[in-house]
């Protein structure tokens, strides 16, 4: 196995998008009954893409760090381009939905968009869906039923479907994140 080539300059900048996420995200949790700092699910989508799917690029790291600040914070596009590049802020951008459009919409925009955005942003998309499901397959968001919960899995399978062959550990990761959350949800009593 090739070692890994670890360049000082780029930990560097992932610490400072890390921090920068950090802080935008500071007063946010996730929806899970744990209310677990929001932090975590970024910090868990560069794990992935690093440990997991083996991907070492920098930009893809970084653009996993921040993907979620312009779409659940008040981050704006400038911010990430002057702070970390055009390329980075034009992933983010892929990632991020329009939050003009109805929730409906906007689900059916990702997965209609998921095969037409860039390799680097899909790659970021594929592992958020990774622990997002996972969270699933823990523990459900607060106020979420079965069917909730059940129809999430299905759609995120949707989007990843638009992204097939892109790294075959990550698709697995995600195949079996699925069936582990559908056992939970299956199990689990919502108390209805
Ligand atoms: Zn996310």
Redesign the pocket.
Known sequence: MEDVLFQSNDVGIILKALHFASVKHKDQRRKDIQATPYIN??IE?AEILWNLGEIYDPVVIISALL??TIEDTETTSEEIRNLFGIQICSIVEEVTDDKGLAKAERKQRQIEKASKISREAQFVKLA?KI??VRGLASNCPKGWNKERCSQYVQWAEQVVQGMKGINTRLEKEFSLSCEKARKHIQETSFGE
């Open positions: 699910h970024p989508v993907h979620d958020d622990s997002n």
